[in-house]
């Protein structure tokens, strides 16, 4: 591991120590996205990650970059999540962004005095993303006007820029799709009510209208014909990014079960004595292991053609493994494990959101699914015996 990695994690963890853990619950409390604790995060580069320095980033590849969201999943992983779209905006300004928009956004972005989140999502379409109806007409001076909502709506009042999936004509399907980047203050941009979402309720979500939007061509990020392309690979990234985080949060119910199950004193001796206990926890262990190790090969096949069906097998895989740490380790602390002190509660809730957002366990599955397909057609033939399957 560079030098550098080691730096940013151990920022990751510090950042997760004094910033997230003690504040975590009074910020669900207060309801307010913590802008300071997202300030520090830039401070220590954790909002730049992948960009060029020379736009103020940290130019760390995916693969050493997404191991941060492991550091900060320990603290909280709707925290972890945000910065991790955050970056992915950042990165998609610096790949794919035009001079003036890199000149205009870049640097702010980098250094996480503004935020930026990611919009495709909207009330009709989730999964089914080519179902949707927000749509931006060309103008003749290359501007564009957009017209639409979106639902969902991570960081919603907040970020300061939404790189919004648009159609470009009234064709159904993806070949028209866009990707622009809309500021939050553009004219005709407004935000609907909050949704109440008591575990992560320092996360504003909600929808985000669009009505008679004119944003400049130069925000545009992806051309027309590749929105959907774009948003499948910012996707990809995303699907890895919040593997990582679910390892933190595996780790944090582990250790908070341990550090009570080793003290709490039953049949003559304590909890962590029982074997029953022992096979509990040592099932999250393994799960952990398993978890590392399959989001850090899929981060690192991120860019290759292996990407997609490795990030599809770690969000399959590893928000269930932390739905099940979550709950496993609440059932080894007992009647414990229920009060809001412990954050089991919040760790179970905030496990079975990462099995939703960004792709759910079931879409994973539908892409494992097809690659399977793509398998079976390149085996030879296992012909059905004669007289099977016939009447
Ligand atoms: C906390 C949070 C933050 C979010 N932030 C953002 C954001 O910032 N930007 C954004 O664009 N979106 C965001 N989303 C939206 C998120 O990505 C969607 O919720 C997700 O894509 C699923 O869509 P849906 O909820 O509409 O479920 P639906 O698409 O309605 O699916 C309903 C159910 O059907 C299942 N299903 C779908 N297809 C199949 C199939 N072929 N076979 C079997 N089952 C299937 C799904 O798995 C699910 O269980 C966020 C969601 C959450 C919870």
């Known amino acids: 591991m560079s030098s550098k990695l080691e730096n940013i994690l151990a920022a990751a963890c510090s950042h997760t120590d004094e910033v997230i853990k003690p504040n975590v619950d009074a910020w669900n409390e207060a309801g307010v996205w913590p802008r300071d604790a997202s300030d520090k995060a ?5 909002t730049g990650l992948y960009a060029p320095e020379e736009w103020g980033g940290q130019g760390f590849s995916l693969g050493d970059g997404i191991q941060v969201y492991e550091e900060l999943g320990k603290g909280d992983g709707a925290y972890a999540f945000t910065l991790s779209m955050h970056n992915i905006c950042t990165y998609a300004t610096c790949g794919f ?32 993303a080519a179902n949707m109806y927000s749509k931006a007409v060309i103008n003749d001076d290359g501007t564009w006007t957009i017209n639409g909502a979106k639902a969902w709506v991570s960081l919603a009042g907040e970020a300061d820029i939404y790189f919004t999936v648009v159609k470009t004509s009234d064709e ?3 070949k028209d799709m866009a990707m ?10 407004s935000f609907g009510p909050r949704y109440d979402t008591p575990s992560y309720e320092f996360l504003p979500l909600g929808e985000m209208h669009l009505d008679n939007v004119v944003v400049s061509e130069d925000n545009i990020i992806m051309g027309v014909g590749t929105g959907l392309q774009g948003s ?4 990809d990234i995303a699907r890895v990014s919040i593997a990582a985080g679910c390892c933190g949060l595996i780790e944090s119910a582990l250790d908070t079960a341990l550090a ?13 004595d029982l074997d029953g206990i022992q096979w509990m926890l040592g099932d999250v262990a393994t799960d952990l292991v398993t978890s590392r190790l399959l989001y850090k090969a899929a981060a690192n096949a991120l860019g290759t053609p292996e990407g997609p069906l490795l990030a599809a097998h770690a969000k399959r895989f590893v928000p269930d493994a932390a739905v099940n740490a979550a709950n496993t380790c609440t059932q080894v602390m007992g009647c414990m494990g229920l009060l809001q002190s412990y954050g089991m509660d919040r760790l179970s809730r905030l496990s079975q959101m990462l099995r939703i957002v960004d792709g759910t366990t079931e879409i994973s599955r539908v892409v494992i699914g097809r690659a399977l397909q793509k398998r079976a057609a390149s085996l030879p033939d296992i012909p059905v015996p004669k007289g099977f399957g016939e009447k």
């Not at 003036?100 to 503004?114: I, N, V």
């Not at 930026?116 to 089914?128: V, W, Y």
């Not at 009570?260 to 962590?272: C, D, E, I, P």
């Open 42 to 46: 830039g401070d220590l580069g954790l």
């Open 97 to 128: 962004g035009t001079d003036a928009f890199k000149d205009k956004w870049a640097r702010d972005l980098t250094s996480g005095r503004k935020l930026a989140n990611f919009a495709l999502t909207e009330p009709q379409s989730g999964s089914d």
């Open 172 to 174: 159904p399907g993806h």
């Open 180 to 189: 622009i980047a809309i500021p939050a203050n553009a004219k005709g941009v």
């Open 232 to 235: 499948l690979m910012a996707i």
């Open 260 to 272: 009570y199950s080793k003290n709490r004193k039953m049949f003559k001796g304590v909890n962590l």
